[in-house]
């Protein structure tokens, strides 16, 4: 059940782990800034000199990245998994207290949303973060590297959670707004399902709003750059394992076992020809095998053989297709053989698939806050997946990427691998933190100021 907390209901329980680094957090922010440099950007910034000259950032926020830095980097050093999120949803919810935000806790496990009101409008908006880190060794050694082995902010969720944090901040003490802004924080992105659970929970209808938007970095893209497309942006996340069962035999009397291995291969390439063959090419999927298990010895055909892997489609006709297909393929081969398969296909995530008004209305502020040069309309969609896809199926909205550059930004220290998603070199680019809270500052704004936008997708 979910727990609604505020200043006048007193705060959580602090932890150890949350008074040491609120007390390192004050310090190392007190060192950073030089005496009479309140709210000054000193550092050498990563984004394009001409796109900087054309953003349009909110001052306040500008004066606060020193702090949303810190926080930054605190959640970078202790990375949390799915639903494990304890400590950082304490650190979120403790920060909104302290800004006098109330606190809603507990959606989705460690889920926190923050309800921050103002006027008599009874227009709401819901903007989201995630909160989790991966099972990954970092191979950074710079200062805010992971402190705990095998677990890793390879995402940029704690980049995710500074800028709404940023965003809440300026929201709280300005209130220059009518109607409610729910900030989300959430947690299990990455394969759990978090946004789901929220909901399940209650999330909507504890926190009824008009619309949601969600936003990743996204490297590759120039720092500070901004983008999204309507309709589809991102693949569903599907996974499937096949198990065949055959005859094993001595290896030297291959003539007295159903080779099960002999099977796999076969279906192997007759899958492939699905996405070839089947699917319009005009519609994208992806078919990826990348596990074969099977085999013990080199003198043994063995009993069975097994297979795993993801399939990726932007629409469910396609995926019921290419489910559909592979049954067929694996079971009718497999019989050809002589043998027999189990097959289990399991749906993750569906396909994010962005509405159209809410696009054109994010677009409208990109342009506002990072310029028309610095917003990319109908970039390219990906093949990768998000669980705010399960948000997008029940309220209108739209997901949008925020450029993190090419890696220039890293601290020294940093690994020697790309600084890409889910790789263990990655590190989020702080320059991003202003401009990503001064967008999700103004898309609320203007939001609520408007009359409701049509919202057929």
Not at 140 to 162: E, L, P, V, W, Y
Not at 187 to 192: F, V, W, Y
Not at 316 to 325: A, F, G, N, T, Y
Request: proline share 6%.
């Amino acid at each position: 059940m979910a727990q609604v907390s505020g200043q006048s209901c007193g705060h959580a329980k602090r932890t150890v782990w949350d008074g040491i680094d609120r007390l390192q957090l004050r310090l190392s922010i007190q060192q950073a800034r030089p005496a009479g440099a309140e709210g000054n950007i000193t550092h050498h910034s990563t984004l394009d000199a001409k796109l900087t000259t054309a953003m349009k950032l909110i001052d306040p926020i500008l004066q606060f990245h020193d702090e949303l830095k810190q926080i930054r980097r605190t959640i970078h050093a202790h990375p949390e998994l799915a639903y494990e999120e304890t400590h950082t949803s304490q650190l979120v919810a403790q920060q909104l207290e302290s800004w006098g935000i109330p606190v809603i806790r507990g959606l989705g496990g460690t889920g926190v949303v923050g309800v921050i009101r103002s006027g008599t409008s009874s227009r709401a908006v819901g903007l989201r973060a995630d909160m989790d880190a991966l099972p990954l060794q970092e191979h950074n050694q710079f200062a805010h590297r992971s402190t705990i082995d095998g677990k890793m902010h390879a995402c940029g969720h704690d980049g995710h959670t500074a800028m709404l944090l940023g965003a809440a901040h300026y929201l709280s003490q300005h209130r220059d707004f009518d109607g409610t802004v729910y900030v989300i924080f959430q947690p299990a992105e990455e394969g759990r399902g978090g946004a789901k659970a929220m909901m399940d929970d209650g999330l909507f209808e504890q926190c009824p709003m008009d619309a949601v938007f969600g936003m990743h970095n996204w490297p590759g893209m120039p720092a500070g750059t901004m983008g999204v497309v309507a309709g589809p942006m991102m693949a569903s996340s599907n996974e499937f394992e096949l198990t065949i069962h055959g005859k094993g035999s001595h290896a030297a009397q291959p003539h007295r076992s159903v080779d099960p291995v002999m099977v796999a291969v076969q279906i192997a390439q007759s899958w492939q020809t699905i996405v070839s063959r089947n699917v319009s090419p005009l519609d994208p999927a992806v078919l990826s095998i990348t596990q074969i298990h099977t085999g013990s010895a080199t003198n043994i055909v063995p009993d069975a053989a097994s297979m795993i892997g993801t399939v990726r489609t932007f629409t469910l006709p396609v995926l019921d297709l290419v489910e559909q297909r592979m049954r067929e393929v694996a079971s009718h081969t497999a019989a050809a053989f002589g043998a027999s398969v189990e097959f289990s296909f399991s749906r993750n995530y569906p396909p994010l698939i962005n509405h159209r008004p809410e696009t054109e209305f994010a677009l409208g502020v990109m342009r506002d806050v990072v310029g028309s040069d610095g917003t990319k309309p109908d970039i390219e969609p990906t093949m990768g997946s998000e669980d705010f896809a399960f948000m997008l199926l029940e309220k209108p909205g739209c997901y949008v990427f925020i450029g993190n550059g090419d890696g220039t930004h890293r601290d020294s220290g940093h690994g020697l691998g790309p600084c890409n998603l889910h790789n263990p070199s990655y590190d989020f680019n702080d320059d991003l933190l202003p401009v990503g809270a001064s967008f999700w500052v103004q898309l609320a704004k203007q939001f609520l100021a408007q009359p409701p936008i049509r919202t057929t997708a």
